[in-house]
């Protein structure tokens, strides 16, 4: 049974019994990259708490079409930081 897992992905781990545990097995060469907001502690004593999350916003939409656009993905948010794979 394929469960979802495109057959273009099942082909190219050789994995063709369709199940997620075999699939799970691949590996491959990846970089992790972390990006945080420059002075965020001092921005939080300084700024209005509705400025800094629109800002906060604003920098993880940018970063994460930048991200996008490079093939990549946001993995996770940390506080003021994301994780890109």
């Given at each position: 049974m394929?469960?979802?897992i ?16 075999s699939?799970?097995?691949?590996r ?12 965020f ?5 300084q ?7 629109e800002?906060m ?6 970063a ?7 093939g ?14």
């Open positions: 394929n469960q979802g495109s057959p273009y992905l099942l082909l190219n781990t050789g994995t063709l019994d369709g199940t997620v545990t699939i799970l097995h691949l491959k060469l990846m970089s992790g990259m972390v990006v945080d907001m420059r002075n502690t001092i921005l939080t004593r700024t209005n708490e509705n400025l800094l999350a800002m916003s604003a920098g993880f939409r940018n994460g079409a930048i991200i996008r656009n490079r990549s993905w946001v993995d996770k948010y940390i506080g003021d930081a994301l994780m890109a794979l």
